[in-house]
């Protein structure tokens, strides 16, 4: 059972471009969680999602990002107009329906911005 | 605002010794989780705490649930080299709600 996968592993960007990251969560996991983590600071909580829908945005920025988890295909993280401010590492995780509480997380995906 | 605290943020120990570290919230929270994060990696998953008061152990690493709900503890018995990281506790208030993060307790050992 493959863990949940992110890719690219590292994107750069130009200031003014688009990043596209990408979560494939575990097998059998509707769940998808994205993070933002900046160096030497913990893990910020930025959207939760279900298969089509978003249950929970509240640590999204307003502008320029946006997330989806499509019935087919992975979850996606969209940032337009990328400025250096959001040169961070992304993580997505996921957790299975029902009581079984715990997430599990892919390895990252590193934006640099220049 | 952050609803999590963890203690220490950093500690040093030699190897052999026994590590113990602690989180605590401002609310009532229904499942605590253990992560470690190495450098360059996503965090991994230690321990899950589902019911007050509960202990768990996983190996060397032992995690309790405190009975008030609002805080938990980890220890780390006979620490080796590769338990250095950064150590988190994380909650969700239902297993419907988002995973919150604290701050993290960063973890060297000496050899």
């Known amino acids: 059972n493959a863990g949940v996968m992110q890719n690219p592993r590292h994107l750069v960007r130009r200031r003014g471009q688009e990043a596209r990251l990408r979560c494939s969560p575990m097998k059998g996991h509707s769940h998808v969680y994205w993070y933002r983590q900046l160096p030497e600071e913990g893990l910020k909580f930025m959207v939760y999602l279900q298969k089509e829908n978003i249950i929970d945005e509240s640590g999204m920025p307003k502008e320029r990002f946006s997330a989806e988890f499509p019935k087919e295909g992975p979850s996606i993280l969209r940032i337009q107009q990328v400025v250096r401010g959001d040169s961070a590492a992304y993580f997505c995780?996921?957790?299975?329906?029902?009581?079984?509480?715990?997430?599990?997380f892919g390895q990252g995906t590193r934006l640099t911005v220049v | 605002g952050q609803q999590l605290n963890q203690s220490p943020q950093s500690m040093f120990i030699q190897e052999g010794e026994d590590v113990s570290m602690n989180c605590t919230s401002s609310?009532?929270?229904?499942?605590w989780l253990w992560y470690k994060q190495d450098p360059g990696e996503g965090p991994v998953l230690l321990i899950a705490?589902?019911?007050?008061?509960e202990l768990t152990s996983n190996g060397r690493l032992t995690a309790q649930f405190g009975i008030t709900r609002k805080d938990s503890f980890l220890n780390i018995s006979a620490s080796i080299p590769s338990d250095v990281g950064i150590y988190f506790c994380a909650v969700r208030k239902t297993s419907y709600d988002k995973v919150i993060f604290g701050p993290g307790t960063s973890l060297s050992v000496i050899p």
């Open positions: 995780a996921s957790s299975p329906p029902g009581d079984r509480p715990e997430a599990f």
């Open positions: 705490l589902y019911k007050a008061g």
């Open positions: 609310s009532i929270f229904n499942t």
